[in-house]
């Protein structure tokens, strides 16, 4: 049976890999809040995507909605706020990172390099 009645958002696990000044890679992760959006929605993004008209800055700032797991510098808790989110999503490789996820968050299966 199906029931048509689904929570607005759902937790995905996001890995980041970022590269260390010696040239290794440290891989990080945090918990990224979705939202469940509608397949109109979805429809639309993808054409704005394929026309240029939406960049993966606003991309991601459309899908990114909240967190957990993410500390600042100093190893506190870092709470979601917008700036925060900006801040976060401009730290190179986070924002691709998430895009990645948010995929395969959508197909289930895992996006390749």
């Not at 924002?95 to 996820?101: C, D, F, G, I, Q």
């Amino acid at each position: 049976m199906f029931k048509l009645s689904l929570p607005n958002e759902y937790a995905w696990p996001i890995r980041v890999d970022f590269t260390c000044a010696d040239g290794r890679k440290q891989t990080q992760h945090f918990t990224a809040t979705f939202p469940r959006l509608p397949q109109s929605e979805l429809d639309e993004l993808m054409r704005g995507m394929q026309s240029g008209d939406i960049d993966d800055a606003t991309l991601a700032d459309r899908v990114l909605v909240g967190w957990s797991d993410v500390q600042d510098a100093s190893g506190d808790t870092l709470d979601y706020s917008p700036a925060a989110k900006a801040a976060l999503l401009d730290t190179y490789p986070v924002r691709p990172s998430v895009l990645k996820a948010w995929f395969e968050s959508l197909t289930g299966a895992k996006v390749k390099n």
